[in-house]
């Protein structure tokens, strides 16, 4: 009896690289010349600052957390069903998958644009894509106020369109509860289309010369030869944009606090400016229960695009 | 034939004069609204338009708006954050970076797709503030440094990874042979090989975290200043007074710098983003 013990014992440490004998040698190597350890810093950031928050949103979004207690009681599943029972829920989510949509199909359709426009390398385009990458830099708040400014009812854009059409023109842009929330869509494409202009230009610059030159040859117009040889051969910087500006935008806040807050009438509250409202109001579990619902309704839709993003990789 | 060359010789025409148009609309009327408006009088701001202004007090505004919106102090408060948040998540992502893609193991694996996870994943800010609570970090550059860095490392991680997979192993074998132990070869021979997949990282990390206002809010909001968190005081403070040319003045101030920046590094800038984003 003892003596097994013992064996185990003393096999024990023998007994740890055995996982995977087949890629020993090169294990070996591996841990002399990439140690594990470099992992370390990365890792353990990422499991205080990230991971930690997130498993204590599968916590406390079942809580009564709350400003005005002093201590935290679980409630099972009363803040979602009160999120549910007030149409707040549905409406927060549904605004919020509307207005990313938008955001990806307008942020790609003018930063496609603009590259192939600006596609030809002359002084006049380079400079043309800098200027279209100033909103880029721009913080997103302070773009939101501009176009708040830009088109009040009595603002710039109406007064343009006054001057075009012969008669005063007072749309509120920000103001209506069907249109705003394309128009808050609009602006942030505006702002973001720049780099999703950068992106396509470089997807346009791999496209080989010699495969052009061949449907030059072969007689193509330039219309076919963009639709048939150009365009699939962009299918990368397609994912990358249309991944990047469509989870992005789901997580947006600062263009829409700066026009519209959320107004009119919550029609463009997206779950971030709901989880803002209520923090600020020491609703902390209903805050903690939207952020668990944008947190699993973004893990939802990224499955698909982290395999899109590692396949590409893979090809790398 | 000559139809097709007509047509192709009738955009060479027309391109130019579309991308001006483009740009004086698109870019011209938003920007010069700002300035225009930045140099009126708070009269002559009430209902900001694209007229200039009688008498220009641009520098009487940019004043005004450097004390009320404690520049100086959100401008440090800025650079606090985001210096030391980019030098650490280049320094652990990359170094994570590095062993993640040469070491091809099934544990490496599911820590690579752990890792980058947050690419995607939106941070639980709510939650947040409550561990940084039970951390004794709330309200702190360091807890604010630690959620940027949580939240961007796998951006490091995602770019990085991809890189070195394209750097031959043979460049590190021979750093090896020379005896040099794994810290010396990640600093002199990996680390200015990434440099491209870094510089696209750095610019993208720096836009993200100097503009950002949502996660400040939550983390540092009332207790240090930023510049996008002193715009959003002046703006609702400037929304509720209409002090439409303060908020332009402000925009102006915290711009110029990304503008410089932009016109000095231009090249750079556009490479940058360019060549780690798309292979």
């Known amino acids: ?316 | 034939m000559t139809a097709r060359l007509s047509d192709a010789r009738f955009w060479t025409k027309l391109q130019p004069v579309v991308t001006t148009i483009g740009v004086l609309v698109l870019i011209g009327i938003p920007l010069w609204l700002v300035v225009v408006t930045a140099g009126k009088s708070q009269g002559e701001a009430l209902n900001p338009d694209l007229s200039l202004p009688s008498h220009w007090q641009l520098f009487g505004n940019l004043r005004e708006v450097w004390v009320q919106g404690e520049v100086p102090a959100a401008f440090f408060g800025s650079l606090l954050i985001v210096v030391p948040t980019v030098a650490g998540v280049l320094t652990f992502g990359s170094m994570a970076a590095w062993v993640l893609a040469r070491r091809a193991t099934r544990l490496n694996a599911a820590l690579y797709a752990l890792g980058i996870s947050g690419i995607v994943l939106p941070p639980a800010v709510v939650t947040v503030v409550l561990l940084l609570r039970q951390l004794g970090l709330a309200g702190s550059a360091v807890g604010m440094i630690g959620v940027y860095m949580g939240i961007y490392l796998s951006t490091v991680i995602f770019f990085v990874t991809g890189f070195v997979r394209t750097i031959p192993v043979s460049l590190e074998e021979a750093a090896q042979i020379d005896g040099a132990g794994p810290f010396t070869v990640f600093r002199r021979i990996v680390l200015p090989l990434l440099r491209p997949a870094l510089a696209t990282a750095t610019i993208l990390i720096c836009l993200y975290v100097w503009n950002d206002v949502f996660y400040a809010f939550f983390v540092v909001g009332g207790r240090l200043d930023t510049l996008p968190l002193n715009l959003f005081r002046v703006a609702s403070a400037g929304l509720y007074l209409n002090n439409w040319h303060l908020i332009f003045a402000y925009v102006v101030l915290m711009s110029l710098p990304l503008i410089a920046v932009l016109a000095v590094a231009q090249r750079k800038i556009i490479a940058g983003i360019t060549s780690g984003a798309v292979k």
Do not use: C
């Open chain 1, 1 to 316: 009896m003892s003596t097994a013990e013992r064996t185990l014992v003393v096999e024990r440490p023998a007994a740890r690289p055995a996982p995977r004998p087949s890629a020993r040698p090169s294990s070996t190597y591996g841990k002399r010349t990439h140690p594990m350890w470099f992992l370390v810093p990365a890792f353990a950031i990422l499991l205080v600052f990230f991971f930690l928050p997130t498993l204590f949103n599968f916590v406390y979004a079942f809580t009564d957390w709350s400003g005005f207690k002093g201590s935290i009681k679980p409630v099972g599943l009363d803040n979602f069903t009160q999120l549910a029972s007030d149409g707040t829920l549905l409406r927060a989510v549904r605004v919020t998958l509307v207005y990313a949509v938008l955001v990806a199909v307008f942020q790609n359709v003018f930063g496609f644009a603009l590259a192939v426009l600006l596609e030809r390398d002359n002084r006049l385009n380079r400079l043309a894509r800098i200027f279209f990458l100033i909103p880029v830099l721009m913080s997103a708040l302070a773009v939101g106020y501009v176009f708040q400014a830009l088109l009040k009812p009595h603002g710039s854009l109406n007064e343009l369109i006054g001057a075009v059409l012969g008669r005063t023109f007072d749309y509120a842009w920000l103001g209506d509860t069907t249109w705003s929330i394309v128009v808050v869509a609009l602006i942030h494409a505006w702002k973001w289309m720049g780099l999703s202009m950068l992106i396509y230009l470089a997807g346009l610059k791999t496209v080989p010369e010699d495969i052009l030159e061949a449907a030059r040859i072969d007689g193509a117009s330039r219309w076919r030869t963009f639709w048939v040889v150009k365009s699939p051969l962009l299918a990368p910087a397609v994912t990358f944009n249309v991944a990047t500006a469509l989870l992005g935008s789901m997580n947006g806040f600062d263009v829409v606090q700066a026009t519209t807050g959320g107004g009119p009438a919550r029609t463009t509250e997206i779950l971030n400016i709901f989880i803002y409202r209520t923090f600020g109001q020491g609703l902390f579990a209903q805050a903690t229960a939207m952020s668990l619902v944008l947190f699993l309704l973004v893990a939802f839709l990224a499955f698909p695009v982290i395999r899109t993003l590692r396949k590409r990789e893979e090809i790398l």
